[in-house]
């Protein structure tokens, strides 16, 4: 049987690519179980320190599959959903990279916007799709496209479901790049290799905690919270290691989280 989820590590970077090509690997909660179990497993591993996720073939992914919409609408089952949310990438302890290949529709954008940063090919085709298929913001888009985009443009992607290229979705603020499609793998794991070399695992795990929290927070209490975090990270070898690496001008040696 044809595994759902592919998982390579390398250089502390974990690739994981949703492998139904076929089907522009369309959601299943088959294939969202293994990528979840995955991840989970990643947060545990000491050996990763990022992780990227992409789409085998053409296609990123291409939103549900329909048999998946159908068994939601019919509420038939073969298995049950999984308790995690799709949000769940977020509670992960490693800085997960989008590596939008192709086709990013509907839930398949909510998961590439869930991870912490998106890279993206500048010619996949991107849409939100809901509205032209009578949904709605599905799974915590109305939260945080505004909070990416602004209100209005976060308006025109879910109003219209209209099909916009990568290079749109960089200058929107969907993407931090938008680059060719031949480079983009590389480039996602050439970044993310630079950070597995160059960034704590523990500081990351907490600017993350951090930075998808403090949304939610007012900014007194986001700057109480992180005097008590400064104070915390003091403590731990990695910051004894982050000074020394400077100053002797070396790499440093980050214990793993």
């Known amino acids: 049987m ?4 592919l998982s390579s590590l390398d250089e502390g970077v974990l690739t994981l690519t ?4 076929d089907r522009l690997n369309a959601w299943t909660l088959a294939m969202g179980r293994r990528y979840f179990d995955l ?12 992780v990227v996720v992409t789409g085998a073939g053409r296609g990123f992914c291409a939103g549900a599959d329909f048999q998946a919409l159908t068994a939601i609408q019919t509420g038939d089952f073969d298995e049950e959903p999984d308790p995690r949310p799709n949000t769940f990438p977020t509670t992960v302890g490693k800085p997960v990279i989008a590596a939008v290949n192709g086709a990013c529709a509907g839930l398949g954008m909510v998961h590439a916007l869930v991870c912490d940063l998106v890279f993206t090919a500048d010619d996949a085709k991107w849409t939100t799709a809901f509205a032209r298929r ?3 913001a599905e799974y915590g888009l109305s939260w945080v496209l505004p909070r990416l985009v602004g209100q209005q443009r976060a308006m025109d992607v879910l109003l219209s479901g209209r099909v916009f290229s990568g290079a749109e979705a960089f200058r929107l603020g ?4 938008a680059v060719p499609a031949g480079s983009l793998l590389a480039e996602a794991q050439e970044y993310a290799r630079d950070l597995a070399a160059h960034s704590s695992p523990a500081s990351m795990a907490v600017i993350k905690r951090q930075v998808w929290h403090d ?12 005097v008590g975090e400064m ?14 690496s400077y100053l ?8 793993p989280l």
Do not use: M
Request: charged fraction near 30%.
């Open 174 to 177: 969907l993407a931090n790049r």
């Open 39 to 50: 991840l989970e497993e990643a947060g545990k591993d000491p050996g990763v320190r990022a």
């Open 248 to 255: 002797e001008r070396r790499p440093p040696n980050f214990p």
């Open 18 to 21: 949703l492998n139904r090509p």
């Open 134 to 136: 009578g949904l709605i």
């Open 231 to 244: 104070l915390a990270s003091f403590d731990r070898p990695d910051f004894t290691e982050g000074v020394a």
């Open 215 to 226: 949304w939610e927070v007012t900014l007194a209490e986001a700057t109480q919270a992180a």
């Open 2 to 5: 044809e595994e759902l989820v």
